[in-house]
Nanobody, 124 residues
């Protein structure tokens, strides 16, 4: 069965950096668009970034532009999210997700598989 396993979350201070990883199994990773979303307590799940499977084109939410970088290593079936200059408002559970859809990738419903999430807490 398909599994997406996130890691790399933790408690950091404002201004610090983190790199999240998500390793996939049970699917042809190189054929899937991969995305990162986040969900803070009491809020909806928000799009963070996505990366295409063919050219590795990347797309970001406005709040992520210039601070976050999504990348993938198809040989390792892993997608990464590098987060710099973290702010307290970045505190959330971060989820990776896999999609075969070619459009609308900022919408969670377009994704077929989800990881269990990893907590990121940024203290001020």
């Amino acid at each position: 069965q398909v599994q997406l396993v996130e890691s790399g979350g933790g408690l950091v201070q404002a201004g610090d950096s983190l790199r999240l990883s998500c390793t996939a199994s049970g699917l042809t990773f190189s054929s899937y668009y991969m995305g990162w979303f986040r969900q803070a307590p009491g809020k909806e799940r928000d799009f963070v970034a996505t990366i295409t499977w063919y050219y590795g084109n990347t797309y970001y939410a406005d709040f992520a532009k210039g601070r976050f970088t999504i990348s993938r290593d198809n040989a390792k079936n892993t997608v990464y999210l590098r987060m710099n200059s973290l702010k307290p408002e970045d505190t959330a559970v971060y989820y990776c997700a896999a999609s075969r859809a070619g459009e609308g990738l900022s919408d969670p419903v377009r994704y077929d598989y989800w990881g269990q999430g990893t907590q990121v807490t940024v203290s001020s």
